[in-house]
């Protein structure tokens, strides 16, 4: 029979509870989640029974033209509008004035939504451009020119295991 000491107790106690911090705070991609998949707009996913997914109906979208990009993020801030760092991406056509888009989550949790109304088709930010975030923050601009995006904190909201309403406000320069 081996003998512990006490301090050998609390370093393995120390170990294991840093092991399972890790786990909780673990990026996406360590909890088995993928990074930047992408689809079509998919109204199917979001029917009574479906989940976890938002739908997400967009209002003041200025003109049809061009493309509508709805991404979902973790709610954390080292990957919020980063580059390649969202869960989903759904695309859609858009449809001045409003319409509605599901997006399907890998599991329930915290989120934060951005969306892209990609004026010109070009896929990348012009001032031409409208954006909107999940629970329907200002956009600060700087110098009255270059808008700043909200924190993370102000944009997360909890997604359930079924669907998930809500709206966001598209907003123009």
Known sequence: ???????????RRAA???ALAGLVSAPLAA???????SMNN???????GKGPAVRVT????????GNLFVRAYPANSRDWLESKRYVIRVDAKPQAG???????????GDYAIAVHHDVNGNRKSDLSDGAGMSNNPGIRKILG??????????????AGEGVT????????M
Not at 98 to 108: E, F, G, H, K, Y
């Open 1 to 11: 029979m081996t003998a512990f000491s006490p301090s050998i107790l609390l370093v």
């Open 16 to 18: 294991a509870g840093l």
């Open 31 to 37: 909890q088995g989640y993928a990074y930047a998949r």
């Open 42 to 48: 998919d109204p199917n996913q979001c029917a009574a």
């Open 58 to 65: 967009v209002n003041g979208l200025k003109s049809s033209a």
């Open 98 to 108: 409003s319409m509605t888009v599901c997006v399907p989550l890998p599991a329930a």
């Open 145 to 158: 020119l270059v808008p700043r995006p909200p924190s993370v904190d102000k944009v997360r909201f909890n």
């Open 165 to 172: 309403r809500m709206t966001i406000n598209m907003q123009y």
